[in-house]
């Protein structure tokens, strides 16, 4: 193959245009890319790309993969921001033909199978969450949060509010605080009791005709489900205030509550956390937002709309924010949470959520013995445990624990967060895996905790990199690839 240049036969694959979208509701006959795409936008040469023959660059690419750890390699119990279950089939079904080659720019008439998808999908997820406005634009769970506190403001605006406060519970994460800033508001933190519960008498000192909106994450980022939910939403609701509910633990409540029932407002859900979408390395994720019907106005456009069975675009709506993201928002990530979503049904995501709590039940009680959990008998789909007495009798810290667990091939926990408990490691095992898994996770941890602190300072001592200067490489990012 080293007589034909690879980018030169893929320049010339594209230049003679591939068919645009072409789904089983389009019935208005697909345009050529070429059509589309005028000649003084296409290049006219190929790109200066390397020729290296297809074993080496297969070696080269797979060996990277390997530096690495993945769900596809090793168990995963990251904690909140875990990646669910990861179907292999979604990733076929979002790569069809009419899925990826549709061109952003494309009328609606040309793609009226996409958008049926993605109305369906705003329908499921109203469904799912009670509250029956949705948008799909934002490409983010932070990015959810932003939208629909920008959201919140035009509103307070129309009512001709001046409402100034967000407040968050100290166990929210961080995103909640830098979402509320970004969209104009200060932030006041919630003090939560030793349960790990929002503190209702400090959040009615705080509570005032300023409350613009109460942000809750629940069950929260301890892995407990405040009950009290349905009472807070009384006494900011009395204020005139919103509730926001931060979705990322979806996964532990889906088909079993909804939080358009337990008094939210407004959400954002993760679906590249709860519906199947893979997010290594950062991303790509998407932050579907879903709220009330009161609310729905002002969402972002545009919305996807039915009108008897054509579906379109719909911008033409006064009170929008206007657009928080180009295009669509991310499709691929929506098509993998539809598919998700289908498969499992409704009884299936009930199971799937009882599934994630069982687990995180199991685990815990093995667990419990071996590192205290401050805050549980019980839990949801996670749970946070302390290494605190561990590091204050033998100088063993969470973190040392967090990277000794990849010497035994499992990926480290999320560790220092939430910032309520000292010590912390984070562990969420998800509804997918074997009891075997998690014994095995559990025995690793016991046997760390009984070795040589020096070992464990050092660790982890398998990987290609061991402990990175993270202050270092925080503050003094390189992110320029120089050859070696
Ligand atoms: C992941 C997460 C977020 C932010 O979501 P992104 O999709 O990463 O932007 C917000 N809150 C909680 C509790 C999370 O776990």
Avoid at 105 to 124: H, R
Avoid at 163 to 174: E, F, N, Q, S
Wanted: net charge negative; hydrophobic share 40%; charged share 20%.
């Amino acid at each position: 193959m080293r007589n034909v240049r690879a980018s030169q036969l893929i320049f010339e694959l594209s230049k003679a245009g591939r068919r645009a979208a072409h789904l089983p509701h389009c019935d208005v006959p697909c345009r050529d890319v070429k059509e589309l795409i005028g000649d003084e936008h296409r290049a006219d040469a190929p790109p200066p790309l390397p020729e290296v023959a297809e074993p080496e660059i297969v070696r080269h690419f797979t060996n990277l993969s390997q530096l690495n750890m993945s769900v596809d390699t090793h168990f995963y119990p990251l904690g909140s921001c875990t990646m669910k279950h990861n179907p292999k089939r979604n990733e076929r079904l979002a790569s069809l033909p009419g899925i990826i080659d549709v061109h952003p720019c494309q009328p609606d008439a040309t793609i009226q199978g996409l958008l049926q998808l993605l109305f369906e999908l705003q329908v499921m997820l109203g469904e799912i969450s009670g509250l029956p406005a949705v948008s799909l634009q934002p490409a983010a769970g932070a990015h959810g949060e932003l939208a629909a506190l920008m959201v919140a403001a035009a509103c307070f605006r129309d009512r001709g509010e001046r409402r100034t406060k967000v407040l968050a519970p100290d166990t929210a994460h961080g995103t909640n605080p830098a979402s509320a800033r970004m969209a104009g508001f200060d932030t006041v933190t919630v003090k939560s009791t030793p349960a790990g519960l929002v503190d209702l008498d400090d959040l009615r000192a705080k509570l005032d005709d300023q409350i613009g909106v109460f942000m809750i994450t629940n069950p929260n980022t301890l892995g407990i489900f405040d009950g009290q939910v349905a009472k807070i939403a009384e006494l900011v609701h009395a204020r005139g205030g919103l509730i926001y509910l931060d979705g990322a633990n979806m996964n532990a409540i889906l088909g079993i509550t909804r939080p358009g029932d337990f008094g939210a407002d407004m959400m954002h859900y993760n679906p590249h956390k709860t519906f199947s979408g893979p997010h290594g390395g950062g991303g790509p994720g998407a932050g579907p937002i879903c709220v009330t019907a009161a609310l729905g106005e002002y969402l972002p456009v545009p919305v996807v709309r039915r009108d008897g069975d054509r579906y379109s675009l719909d911008f033409d709506r006064p009170r929008s924010i206007g657009r928080v993201r180009t295009f669509f928002g991310n499709v691929g990530v929506l098509v993998r949470a539809y598919c998700y979503l289908l498969t499992h049904g409704a009884e299936g995501l009930r199971e799937a959520s009882a599934l994630a709590l069982l687990n995180a039940n199991y685990l815990l009680s093995r667990v419990r013995h071996i590192l205290p959990v401050p805050q549980g008998d019980r839990c949801m789909h996670e749970f946070v445990a302390s290494a605190a007495a561990l590091k204050k009798e033998r100088g063993v810290s969470a973190m040392d624990v967090a990277k000794r667990l990849l010497d035994y091939g499992f990926h480290s926990p999320t560790v220092y967060f939430p910032l309520t408990v000292p010590e912390a490691v984070m562990i969420e095992p998800t509804e997918t895996e074997s009891k075997e898994t998690l014994d095995a996770f559990a025995e690793a941890l016991f046997r760390i905790t009984e070795e040589p602190a020096d070992l464990l300072h050092e660790a982890p001592h398998t990987t290609p990199v061991s402990r990175p200067d993270e202050v270092q490489a925080a503050r003094r990012t390189i992110l320029k690839w120089t050859p070696c």
